[in-house]
């Protein structure tokens, strides 16, 4: 069977359509944290999400039974942690920056296949970790490296567990459908934020107001803000997502994964278009260098890129 031809202009607008929604939904989670918790947004979020994927499953003959639900499930629980944190992270930093420490994945993918796979590193790769880290520790600011902000180290956390579920969707779920492991995604996501509203309903603790409370509030009586915004980040997610894996199906891997980068900017002209955020210069050069570390690390190889598309 003949190798898929390469569309590589048409996965480039696929990841611009997937940038642009993303990173234009993602600036309002913090409208979303104001009016509700995390756990609420994302067990409300899965609900809707969930019934969007059943709604579209069988007009577009998607197949969203797992072949093996084990690793699925162990892959949907990490990238769900991470997300997890990647949307904490939302209500206390500007989009741009959260954005920037979760595309330090690639970094730790390197050091995990080679830390728990043994696979080589060359000195290209090297420099692309050690670029990555410095771009990292300019974006995030000072704070990273003093410990003066637990905020400000989320992004990087976001972006470990990130790396570590992109390897899991390569090692443990090979032959899934790509609506499989997003719907595995969704509904570990509705299971944490049950399981945190539950935990604060029981156990409820002070929780300030507005966005400020939004790691420790407990389920209330959504606003429309609320649900309107959620219901935006979960079609926006649906879509986005959809569109990075089409990409990924209609180019090669390493060049999908260089574009996917295009999140940065987007994600730093919407905060300047949504909320007049002007990044600094040294959160700019943090980002030029996350991205030449990308660029690095996506260098093609007889293996497979060592990035993967946003489930």
């Not at 790769?125 to 880290?133: I, K, N, P, S």
């Not at 969704?186 to 107001?209: D, K, R, S, Y």
């Not at 050069?285 to 660029?295: P, R, S, W």
Request: hydrophobic share 60%; aromatic share 10%.
């Amino acid at each position: 069977m003949s190798a898929p031809q390469n569309r590589t202009l048409a996965a480039f607008g696929a990841v611009m359509v997937y940038a642009v929604l993303i990173a234009f939904t993602d600036n309002f989670v913090r409208i979303i944290a104001r009016d509700g918790g995390l756990w609420q947004f994302h067990a409300t979020r899965t609900l809707m999400a969930l019934v969007l994927l059943a709604l579209a499953a069988v007009p577009l003959g998607l197949h969203l039974r797992p072949k093996r639900p084990g690793p699925v499930l162990a892959r949907s629980a990490i990238h769900a942690a991470a997300m997890v944190i990647y949307f904490g992270a939302l209500a206390f930093l500007p989009v741009a920056q959260v954005a920037a420490g979760l595309f330090t994945a690639p970094i730790f993918v390197l050091l995990i296949q080679r830390l728990l796979y043994g696979r080589p590193i060359g000195m290209v790769r090297v420099l692309a970790v050690l670029t990555g880290f410095l771009g990292a520790v300019l974006v995030l600011g000072p704070e990273a490296m003093t410990g003066a902000s637990f905020a400000a180290l989320l992004p990087i956390l976001s972006g470990a567990l990130y790396a570590m579920g992109n390897i899991a969707t390569r090692e443990w779920c090979a032959g899934e459908a790509a609506a499989t492991l997003l719907a595995g995604f969704f509904a570990m996501l509705g299971v944490i934020g049950l399981v945190g509203m539950a935990v604060l309903w029981l156990l409820p603790v002070p929780v300030a107001e507005g966005a400020d409370g939004f790691l420790v509030r407990g389920p209330v009586w959504p606003t429309g803000d609320f649900l309107w915004w959620t219901f935006v980040q979960a079609a926006g997610s649906l879509v986005g997502v959809g569109m990075i894996v089409r990409a990924y199906q209609i180019a090669d891997a390493a060049r999908v994964s260089v574009f996917e980068y295009v999140i940065l900017p987007a994600s730093a002209a919407w905060g300047l278009v949504l909320w007049g955020e002007r990044l600094t210069w040294m959160a700019m050069a943090g980002m030029a260098l996350i991205v030449v570390a990308g660029l690095l690390i996506a260098r093609p190889e007889k293996a497979q890129s060592p990035t993967a598309s946003r489930q």
